[in-house]
Each structure stands twice: as structure tokens, then as C-alpha cells.
């Protein structure tokens, strides 16, 4: 969220753009999906995740698929997209 309210939504002289940020939960079966939405300006042309040097980035990625054996993936969806869909066990 806190890359989507810094990046998205860049200044233009003094003043910030305006968006949204939207973020979603779900659960399908033994998978939470996570999603983090905006409106912004969306991912810069031939971004990779696998390519990026961004220190938050890195550190959630790498929380999410060794940490928790998930996977992040972010995509432009008329800003950016970012979903992690993550393990959980059913409660007994």
C-alpha cells in the first residue's frame, strides 16, 4: 500500500494526483488472495518483478514466497494490480 500511495500518484508542481487505493481479500479454498488496487500511473514500461532493485519490494516478495510459500505478482490494470495469493491451513 505504502508503494502505491509514493509511486502511483505523482506530484504535479506542488500538488500530489489524485487516485484511489483499494485493497481486497479473499479466500478461496486453502488460498487467502490479496489485492492492492490504484488508479495511478501504473508500472513503468518494461518492469519485472524479478528485475526490480526496490528494497520494500524485495523484502515483501521474499516474505510472501519463502516465508509464507506464496506468490506476488503485479500487473497495469488501468494503474497497477498487485495480488498475493497465499497458503492457509483450515482452522481445527
Avoid at 500530489?16 to 488508479?39: K, M, W
Wanted: charged share 20%.
Amino acid at each position: 500500500m505504502q508503494n502505491a500511495v509514493d509511486h502511483a500518484f505523482p506530484f504535479d508542481g506542488d500538488l500530489r494526483q489524485e487516485g484511489h487505493v483499494q485493497v481486497r481479500l479473499d479466500r478461496q479454498g486453502d488460498v487467502l488472495i490479496v489485492e492492492v488496487i490504484d488508479d495511478g500511473i501504473g508500472l513503468r514500461p518494461g518492469f519485472s518483478l524479478e528485475e526490480s532493485r526496490g528494497l520494500g519490494l524485495s523484502i515483501v516478495q521474499t516474505l510472501v514466497t519463502t516465508e509464507l510459500g506464496g506468490s506476488l505478482a503485479m500487473h497495469n490494470d488501468h494503474g497497477t494490480r498487485v495480488s498475493l495469493r497465499i497458503p492457509v491451513q483450515a482452522v481445527s
